[in-house]
């Protein structure tokens, strides 16, 4: 079984300032990796995914996430935020032969002015 | 983007009573769907894989008669909470596969369940 550890409960950051969410798994088999974010009053939604190749994968807003296979990480930055990107996000991983997913604990981003 | 309902938003209930959740795909077919129960500044929980037409298969540790889950058509499944107790009360999230291929889920955006 798979697991995901967010090392940050809570990420305070002033707008404009660059961001990085740390995000680690053990899992003893090949892994997919996601990170999901989560808007006040709405559900989750996809981010960013890493299923296979370039390591660096990015998303439409300004995010990206790199695949460290050695430190089994999947870290998420962003270097300059927006008020608009408070939000919880949430790091998960599946087994590659696998849909069903691990969730992390959550990080809770806040940007201020 | 696909799109995946829930009602009720949230539900306050007695405890030893029943209440059952939708989740429903709007815009598209899903054969799959999962339950997620998710406890203040915790992570989601899988609970359960909801498989159309036939049983739902759980994760270790929860009670399947007492969660129970029915998956009668391609656009809902139901989550219902048999004689509640107040630690049943919890935010319930539902997710599903539009494209299975594609590795991403639609989440609805979950109903809170308070059991007095």
């Known amino acids: 079984a798979q697991s995901v550890t967010q090392l940050d409960s809570q990420v305070p950051v002033f707008e404009e300032a660059p961001v990085e969410l740390r995000c680690n798994y053990s899992s003893s088999v090949s892994v997919y990796l996601f990170w999901y974010v989560q808007y006040p009053n709405q559900g989750l939604q996809l981010l960013l995914k890493y299923l296979s190749g370039s390591t660096l994968v990015e998303s439409i807003n300004g995010f990206e996430a790199e695949f460290n296979k050695s430190q089994t990480s999947f870290h998420l930055r962003k270097p300059s935020v927006h008020i608009s990107d408070t939000a919880e996000y949430f790091c998960a991983v599946s087994e590659s032969n696998d849909y069903k997913l691990s969730f992390g604990a959550g990080t809770t981003v806040t940007v201020r002015a | 983007g696909a799109v995946v309902s829930q009602h009720p938003s949230w539900v306050i209930c007695k405890s030893g009573t029943s209440v059952k959740i939708e989740c429903r795909s709007l815009?598209?077919?899903?054969?799959?769907m999962f339950w997620y129960r998710q406890f203040p500044k915790q992570s989601l929980m899988l609970m359960a894989t909801s498989n159309e037409g036939s049983k739902a298969t759980y994760e270790q540790g929860v009670e399947k008669d007492k969660f129970l889950i029915n998956h009668a058509s391609l656009t809902l499944s139901t989550l219902t909470v048999t004689s509640a107790h107040p630690e049943d009360s919890s935010f319930y999230i539902c997710?599903?596969?539009?494209?299975?291929?594609?590795?991403?889920?639609?989440f609805g955006p979950g109903t809170r369940l308070t059991v007095t």
């Open positions: 997710s599903a596969y539009r494209d299975r291929g594609s590795y991403e889920q639609y």
């Open positions: 815009d598209f077919q899903a054969t799959t």
